[in-house]
T-cell receptor, first 114, second 114 residues
Framework: GENVEQHPSTLSVQEGDSAVIKCTYS??????FPWYKQELGKRPQLIID?????GEKKDQRIAVTLNKTAKHFSLHITETQPEDSAVYFC?????????????FGTGTQLKVEL | EPEVTQTPSHQVTQMGQEVILRCVPI?????FYWYRQILGQKVEFLVS????????KSEIFDDQFSVERPDGSNFTLKIRSTKLEDSAMYFC????????????FGPGTRLLVL
């Protein structure tokens, strides 16, 4: 089945700096890659997603890039703010004949320091 | 904005006891999921459900687990005989249509098996 690797496991940046989180996936048929933000004790919240027919997508300070050949995708957060501190999970949707099961990465604890 | 809701928020049970976790998906959603997250680990897929039947299940979802949509609004996960290793946060998720769709997560139920 699909396997998603995520790096780094922890990331500490100064407020205003950029943060980059990287994920790789194993199933070349995966076609949808969402990123979720999870604050402590709360539900995962979708922050951005990308489909396999697109190489890059941007939403204000957040962007995601996808390299299908290398089977990796990355989350970029610019001008980080303290409220960006959370755990970020990448995920991939393996092609299972129409199912929407998500396989998650292991998460990145992002800490934005003042 | 409509949200997925889950009850209870926390549940403590003795090993061997049955538990039922409840979810109310967003009202017009048709596809339902259960995921679990062991403390400090990644979110793991358990089962997907559509049209009153299981679409897909993971190897975690063994005979001790069952799901049901008893009425038009609730979606339940039952664990027949809980084990210590069932201690985790259980998330329900849903989406409206088939294909590539954003999954909306509930706030989770923290299950502790003693």
């Amino acid at each position: 089945g699909e396997n998603v690797e995520q790096h780094p496991s922890t990331l500490s940046v100064q407020e205003g700096d950029s943060a980059v989180i990287k994920c790789t996936y194993s199933d070349s048929a995966s076609n949808y890659f969402p990123w979720y933000k999870q604050e402590l004790g709360k539900r995962p919240q979708l922050i951005i997603d990308i489909r396999s027919n697109v190489g890059e997508k941007k939403d204000q300070r957040i962007a995601v890039t996808l390299n299908k050949t290398a089977k990796h995708f990355s989350l970029h957060i610019t001008e980080t703010q303290p409220e960006d501190s959370a755990v970020y999970f990448c995920a991939a949707r393996p092609f299972t004949g129409g199912g929407n099961k998500l396989t998650f990465g292991t998460g990145t604890q992002l800490k934005v320091e003042l | 904005e409509p949200e997925v809701t889950q009850t209870p928020s926390h549940q403590v049970t003795q090993m061997g006891q049955e538990v039922i976790l409840r979810c109310v998906p967003i009202s017009n959603h048709l596809y339902f999921y259960w995921y679990r997250q062991i403390l400090g680990q990644k979110v793991e897929f358990l089962v997907s459900f559509y049209n009153n039947e299981i679409s897909e299940k993971s190897e975690i979802f063994d005979d001790q687990f069952s799901v049901e949509r008893p009425d038009g609004s609730n979606f339940t996960l039952k664990i027949r005989s809980t084990k210590l290793e069932d201690s985790a946060m259980y998330f329900c998720a849903s989406h409206y249509r088939g294909g590539i769709q954003t999954q909306y997560f509930g706030p989770g139920t923290r299950l502790l098996v003693l």
